[in-house]
């Protein structure tokens, strides 16, 4: 075993990331023990702001992008050259967890601080990113901030994105204090890690500790609208009536049936389903619903989604309704980079961890990230596989071997040395 405070095989306070993990969880804290800080509301500002903080009191430089993207920085010894890149995100589900996005953060946070207790530098700048509204809740586009900021996303339409109260993403912004600009600056990036918990069963079911991501499933997330007319729900009969609830009861079982067909891997789900008015004795006039779909299989995905939305147009013309599907969001597949996916799995078999490789069932900033900048990922299991939950879990030792793995990983890029 190697000596734990040789300067190539340094490893994190596994202590220091836990307390710091409970003590973000206490901004934006649920009944139920999770944590509700959805992007740009004052928890998510809270939790920006104590990242902040202890990164400026680890010596880092902080900088603040104009769609809001946080980067803390650590000096390299040739300050020049490229940064390799680290973290996730601090927004949450309304009913999220303590773990999803802000361990990645966290633990990257941590890769510097460990780094400083033992006075080793790196060739190559260090950085920590929080990447704004990944999680797409609150407004209609996950992970913005990093589409934004790798192009794949115009500045003026992440801007535009509305919640459902009608407060936008730069009044939110502005709000915030966060300066804007006409331009996002994509720093010089040599590589990029994110650690983050699996969000699946996986790795617990097979007794692994590490997942060396090789890439990301294809996903997409289309709204369905279809249109009938309000009528009072006594003295219509039913055979007048233009329901549009009734195209939803012809939609379901066919799309779930449809998934299976495409194999064990496919993944389909339906929610925010909501019909106008909200009126127990009114037929109603309008009905709304989200489908998301992913396949890691690029042409078993696009078969799934043809046969969804066909379903879905036939349905509504069955019943003389108006309306149908549209895609408003969509994610290709990715393959991480060859050499990144390297340095996860040395550094994982070098610190004897058990691991394995996987594609990631669940999109993440690195899916935005990688279509500019080498890319990598890295998971630790989750209990039960549970995650977007309150009740989300993770082990210290499971989160201190991730970071440990994500230190090691970044080190082989960064280089060690004056």
């Not at 890439?215 to 009969?237: D, F, K, W, Y």
């Not at 509504?316 to 994610?331: K, M, N, P, Q, T």
């Not at 935005?368 to 989300?392: D, K, Q, R, Y």
Request: hydrophobic share 40%.
């Amino acid at each position: 075993m190697p000596n734990p405070e040789n300067a190539h095989t340094p490893r994190v306070s596994g202590e220091r990331l836990w307390s710091r993990l409970m003590a973000m969880a206490q901004i934006g804290a649920t009944a139920h023990g999770g944590c509700n800080r959805q992007a740009l509301t004052d928890g998510d500002f809270q939790g920006r702001e104590l990242f902040a903080r202890w990164a400026k009191d680890a010596g880092c430089s902080i900088r603040v992008d104009a769609i809001g993207n946080l980067f803390a920085r650590r000096r390299g010894s040739d300050d020049t050259l490229p940064v390799v890149m680290t973290g996730s995100h601090l927004d949450t589900q309304p009913t999220g967890g303590k773990f999803d996005g802000v361990y990645g953060v966290l633990a990257g946070l941590e890769v510097l601080e460990s780094l400083n207790d033992r006075s080793i530098r790196t060739r190559h700048p260090l950085e920590v990113a929080v990447w704004c509204n990944e999680e797409g809740c609150r407004f209609p586009a996950a992970m913005m901030g990093s589409a934004v900021w790798s192009g794949r996303m115009a500045l003026e339409g992440a801007y535009a994105l509305k919640d459902r109260d009608g407060r936008s993403v730069r009044e939110e912004l502005e709000r915030g204090g966060v300066a804007l600009s006409t331009a996002v600056p994509r720093q010089p990036v040599k590589a990029a890690f994110e650690v983050h918990i699996e969000q699946g069963p996986v790795l617990e079911q097979r007794a692994k500790t590490i997942g060396v991501v090789t890439g990301v499933q294809h996903m997409s997330r289309h709204e369905v609208t279809i249109l009938g007319q309000e009528a009072h729900a006594g003295p219509t009969p039913m055979d007048m009536r233009r329901d549009p609830v009734r195209a939803l009861a012809d939609i379901l079982p066919a799309i779930y049936a449809a998934a299976p067909k495409r194999g064990p891997q496919a993944r389909l789900t339906v929610a925010v389903i909501e019909s106008r008015p909200s009126s127990p004795n009114t037929v109603p006039g309008l009905l709304r619903f989200f489908i998301d779909l992913r396949h890691p299989d690029g042409e078993q995905y696009r078969s799934l989604r043809a046969e969804v939305e066909a379903i879905v147009e036939a349905a509504v013309a069955r019943h003389g309704l108006s309306g149908g599907i549209r895609c408003v969001w969509e994610a290709a597949g990715v393959e991480f980079d060859p050499a990144c996916v390297a340095a996860v799995r040395e550094a994982a078999a070098g610190l004897g961890c058990n691991a394995m490789e996987m594609v990631s069932g669940a999109g993440h900033d690195s899916v935005n990230v990688s279509s500019v900048v080498p890319t990598s990922m890295i998971f630790v299991p989750c209990a039960g596989g549970l995650s977007h939950n309150e009740a989300e879990s993770a082990s210290r030792g499971d989160l201190e071997n991730g970071a440990n793995v994500l230190m090691h990983a970044m080190l082989a890029v960064a280089k060690v040395g004056e």
